[in-house]
């Protein structure tokens, strides 16, 4: 799924594409190519405009399942594991 850079929104909290097929990352915590903090990456699971997202698919995922994240270029990192 897509991802964008996103802030802080008026109330102080994290902004989210309005988009179910979109996540936002934060983009005042770490990026991919950072060697240590944390990626924050947040999406709607469902809305009555766009319907169910991808992030609704996460439930279906086995225990210690890994995602994965892929930057501009390709490279790809792991983003951690399903509890």
Known sequence: MAV?????DDDGLMELPPDTAV?????????LDAEDGTIVIAAHVD???YGLGPFAELRNL???AEILL???DG?????????
């Open 70 to 72: 892929s930057g501009p």
């Open 4 to 8: 964008e850079p996103m802030g802080v």
């Open 62 to 64: 086995a225990p210690g």
């Open 23 to 31: 996540a936002g990352w934060y983009r005042f915590g770490s990026g």
């Open 47 to 49: 809305s009555n405009a």
């Open 75 to 83: 490279a790809q990192a792991p983003f951690g594991a399903i509890d």
